[in-house]
């Protein structure tokens, strides 16, 4: 292609040439007298060949100018577009620089374009080597992942809110495959769980987590039991996957963490039990009759002594019988396992709520909640009870045409009634014992068990009711009580927000931290492991007999605050607490009487405390108080220490106020729990992780860099 443009230019040059000389030719013929024309003629064709050899070696010049302007201004810019092409898509390692040719301008761009690229490998190796270290940390977090998943004796599966398995250890993979029919895996990664677990249950246990979160239970959680397709019975414990902090509502839940426990063969022992029990107690009633037939016949006093001796014989035999079959009972029952039925504990108005929507769906009847006891706690299997409730509605509404019922629930001493009424129809006795001994169906659910079943699982009682007053009938079961949730709370368990009670962040770079680190003084400030510390006390002078009265603090790992690693106690100072300081903290003397004296706390805070850097507000104050009771506890705080106040001081020289809520401020932190050690740490702490993003700006990188320049501050003159 190249060459057919050269020849084209070069003919198109030759034709003008031929075309400019044979008009110049004829322009010199019409200038010239016929006498001179004559001769011209006769000469120019006799040196015709000449002219024509002229012509050619001007057509030969203008193809090699042609060729050559070809070749310089579009061949080289071309042949550069495609070697810039390879460059652009060349592999790491493979790129070879474009070669200089061309003009001025077209050498130029080579050498800007040999420069991009050289910038481009750089680029690419610095990714390259920032990609292969994530790799290398990745695959060794996934190691370690994986090793203690392995070790881990319970078996544990993690699945997104769509029940896509996430994570699995090999303890719920053989506990599965055990409850398969053929043995196969029922999970894996990107596979639905609900392949092996029923998704009605697993969907009634994440409304109930959702629930508890909503309310603000610290740890909500649910259990279940199902069967498999195989009849294996699995105990699955459920925790939530949380994906934001803060506020327990619906939305931080981002999917759910399944135990799994096969409770086939303790169930299958508790039923063997419970069998055997059965036995004793139908053959006992006939023994007991025996006898008391026996006793009444020796109760005659004209019994013949040959009869009397005949009833006493009976007595005889059937106490032995009935002595034999409790030692055998014993016995049997000795070599087992004895397992309850996993039972939930559940606000009471919740369960009414969820039965209230599954009838209203299931059965096509409006439900009203009356009378509801909203402090009434339950324990039972939530899931059960509510498809019995279910079946019962449905039943009323297919068979009466109940087109209205009411829910209610109420304390009964340990225990609680639960109604379900209606208006209109009553049934007889056989019409409510059939209803309670046949299989449950709400709507499309079926289940093999019974109401009855339900009932002797939660160790209650069923029956029907009319309330002739209220013209009104009801079945009313009778329910165990669970310990409301806030009396479940152990003193001293107190919780920073509903999500602090689980751990927030875990850093297996940890695993790489040694004896042998670089000195303190020269790590980085992002590296360090600092714990944040307040205190209250009964005065200002620590050195005139003003004791702590509370220490409060939070660790800080890999610039990541740990809020569920808090340290909180209030101590008894055995001293009055003067007013004025109980007016700034809200400390009073009830509230550290009873309390452990600063020996104690002090012992444990320093073990708290151990391997960190101290960082506290003002931390001369804070340091003094517990200077002083280094000697008297048989502790000493060697660590460094930081003070947010004197740093404050460094990044923001030309402000008036470094109070701690005025440094809040500038930086945009809330400050909550003011006045209280816990809550002045964790303000401390967040202002702390925003202070080292400013001493690096100004050049502060290190510990020793950060000591050094808090020192030469002005508030670093102030002693206690």
Known sequence: ??????????????LALAGWL??????????????????????????????????LAASALAFAVIRWLHERHVQTPLRLAEAAGVLLAADKGKTTPLELQGNAGTRALVERLNALARQRDDLRSTMAEQVSLSSQRLQQERNRLAALMSELRQSVVVCNLDGVVVLYNDQARQELRATATAGADLIAIGRSVYGALDRQLVAHALEQIRSRMIHGEASPSAQFVTSTVSGQLLRVHMAPVRI??????????????????????????ESLRDQLLHGLTEASRASLGNMQA????????????????????????????????????????????????PME????????????????????????????????????????????????????????????????????????????????????????????????????????????DVIERHGGEFWFERERARHQALFRFLLPQAVAAEARETEGS????????????YDFDLFQVTGESSALEDRSLADLVYTVFDTETTGLDPSEGDEIIQIGAVRIVNRKLLQGECFEQLVNPGRVIPSASMAIHGITQDMVSGKPRIDRVLKAF?????????????????????????????????QPVLDTLLLSAVVHPHQESHRLEEIAARLGIAVQGRHTALGDALVTAQVWLRLIALLQQAGIYTLGQAREAAQKTYFARVQY
């Open 606 to 638: 320093h073990t708290f405390a151990e391997g960190s850097v101290l960082v506290a507000h003002n931390a001369a104050f804070d340091m003094k108080f517990l200077q002083l009771k280094e000697a008297s506890c048989g502790v000493a705080f060697h």
């Open 1 to 14: 292609m190249p060459v057919k443009r050269v020849l084209a230019g070069t003919a198109a040059v030759a």
């Open 345 to 452: 504990d559940i606000l009471g108005s919740d369960l009414l709520l969820a039965a209230q929507r599954k009838v209203t769906q299931g059965c096509d009847v409006a439900v009203t909640l009356e009378e509801v006891d909203g402090n009434c706690w339950l324990r039972v299997d939530s899931f059960r009870l509510i498809q019995a409730i279910a079946s019962l509605s449905c039943r009323l509404v297919d068979e009466f045409g109940i087109r209205t019922l009411q829910l209610r629930l109420q304390k009964a001493g340990t225990r609680a009634h639960l109604d379900l009424v209606w208006t209109g129809q009553a049934m007889s006795t056989e019409t409510v014992m059939g209803w309670e001994l046949d299989p449950m169906r709400a709507g499309g659910d079926a289940s093999a068990l019974t109401v009855r």
């Open 494 to 505: 107190r919780q920073l927000s509903s999500g602090d009670a689980r751990p927030e962040y």
């Open 294 to 341: 026996a006793v009444d016949m020796l109760g005659y006093a004209d019994i013949e002594p040959a009869m009397r001796e005949r009833f006493l014989a009976v007595v005889r035999d059937e106490l032995h019988a009935m002595s034999q079959r409790i030692t055998d009972l014993a016995q049997r029952s000795a070599s087992g396992l004895k397992t309850r039925w």
């Open 22 to 55: 044979a008009a110049t030719l004829v322009l010199v013929l019409v200038s010239l007298e016929p006498a001179a024309r004559s001769i011209f003629s006769a000469v120019l064709t006799e040196r015709l060949p000449l002219v024509v050899l002229a012509w």
């Open 244 to 269: 934001a902090s803060g506020a327990p509502e619906e939305g931080d839940l981002g999917g759910f963490v399944l135990m799994l426990d096969n409770i086939t063969h303790t169930f299958e022992q």
